[in-house]
T-cell receptor
Framework: AQSVTQLDSHVSVSEGTPVLLRCNYSSSYSPSLFWYVQHPNKGLQLLLKYTSAATLVKGINGFEAEFKKSETSFHLTKPSAHMSDAAEYFCVVSDRGRNNQGGKLIFGQGTELSVKP | DAGVIQSPRHEVTEMGQEVTLRCKPISGHDYLFWYRQTMMRGLELLIYFNNNVPIDDSGMPEDRFSAKMPNASFSTLKIQPSEPRDSAVYFC?????????????FGEGSRLTVL
């Protein structure tokens, strides 16, 4: 069965410094992986997705993530943090079956990103 | 374009009362999802519909919970009777594609507090 682990529950960075939010996944088949962002008192918004094409995926607001099969990782990065990036970030894996059929999304526990001035 | 619309945004009720949460998906989206978010359990899928038909309700906690989708533009999640442990933020999401594509559009949530 697929699962996803976000290695940090909270990350704090200074404005203008790089962001790294870590995610490891477990999957028996070809996974699809996603990052979602949730700003305070708002719904979740898709940041980016990986679906077996290019391993480096670019998303909105300058974020990107790299799929590394050998490390079973899908870390989210951004070169320079902005105050507006403060939010909770969720790593998500698609629960595909043996026949690579569509399934449910499995959400990580979330990483709260704080950005200091 | 209007996104997913949920109501009420906040609900405070007493244990034993009936709670009804409402959702209007994005027009043209064939899939509708109900999620529950708590600190302890994170984001949990309760049920999802395809073309108004419930496809997977395995996440519905118990018989006190029920969900309906009478037409393509409206869905409800009902809790009867409500209990304090039902306190959570309930999200509705819709998608034009199958769930595994991951492209869900979320509403802003309904925050439920059961006293």
């Amino acid at each position: 069965a697929q699962s996803v682990t976000q290695l940090d529950s909270h990350v704090s960075v200074s404005e203008g410094t790089p962001v790294l939010l870590r995610c490891n996944y477990s999957s028996s088949y070809s996974p699809s992986l996603f990052w979602y962002v949730q700003h305070p008192n708002k719904g979740l918004q898709l940041l980016l997705k990986y679906t077996s094409a290019a391993t480096l995926v670019k998303g909105i607001n300058g974020f990107e993530a790299e799929f590394k099969k050998s490390e079973t990782s899908f870390h989210l990065t951004k070169p320079s943090a902005h105050m507006s990036d403060a939010a909770e970030y969720f790593c998500v894996v698609s629960d595909r079956g043996r026949n690579n059929q569509g399934g449910k999304l499995i959400f990580g526990q979330g990483t709260e990103l704080s950005v200091k001035p | 374009d209007a996104g997913v619309i949920q109501s009420p945004r906040h609900e405070v009720t007493e244990m034993g009362q009936e709670v009804t949460l409402r959702c209007k998906p994005i027009s043209g989206h064939d899939y509708l999802f109900w999620y529950r978010q708590t600190m302890m359990r994170g984001l949990e899928l309760l049920i999802y519909f395809n073309n108004n038909v419930p496809i997977d309700d395995s996440g519905m906690p118990e018989d006190r919970f029920s969900a309906k989708m009478p037409n393509a533009s409206f869905s409800t999640l009902k809790i009867q009777p409500s209990e304090p442990r039902d306190s959570a933020v309930y999200f509705c999401a819709s998608s034009p594609q199958t769930p595994d594509t991951g492209e869900l559009f979320f509403g802003e949530g309904s925050r439920l507090t059961v006293l």
